[in-house]
C-alpha cells in the first residue's frame, strides 16, 4: 500500500502552487516561511502534488523579444473534416516557430502560437503551414500586448 496522502488539494496546497508559479526555483524553507509549514512538510505537499500530476513540471520564463522573436502571433488553422485529431497534433512537429499548438472544438479545428523575428518571417511560417497540404485554412492575428492573471485572480 502506497503512504501518498491521496486527499484533495488544499488551500494550503494551493498557496504552494502560487509560490511555485511565481517563483520555481524557491526553497522549500522559503514556501514552509510563507505558507506556515516546515521545509520537510512543504517537501511531502509537493511531492504529492507531482505525483497526482498536479505539478507536471517547472519551466524557465524565457525574454522571446531578447532572442530575437519579439514578433508574437496566434494563427487559427483549419483542416479537411477527415482529418484525425492527431494529425492536427503533428503539424507543429517540424515547425520550431510554433511555440504551442492547441486543438479546439469547433472553427477552426486548432490554434498555433507563434514567436518570430518580424512579418517577413510571419509570412514564412504562415505560408509554410499553408504549403504542407493539411491545412485548408489559416487567419492570422499578430499579438499587440499580453498580459497573465495570476491564478489567485481566477
Sequence with gaps: MSNIDLSPVDGTDREILELLRLN?????????DQVGLSAPAVKRRIDRLEA???IRGYTTVIDDGKLGRPLEAFAELRFAGSTRVDDIESIASDVP?????FTVAGDPDALAWIRVQDVQ???RVI???????KITGTKTMMVLGSS???QTEW
Design 52 to 54: 497526482h500530476g498536479v
Design 97 to 101: 516557430e510554433i511555440r504551442a499548438l
Design 127 to 133: 505560408d509554410r503551414l499553408r504549403n504542407s497540404g
Design 24 to 32: 520555481a526555483r524557491r526553497t522549500y524553507g522559503d514556501i514552509g
Design 148 to 150: 497573465i492573471r495570476s
Design 121 to 123: 518571417d510571419l509570412k
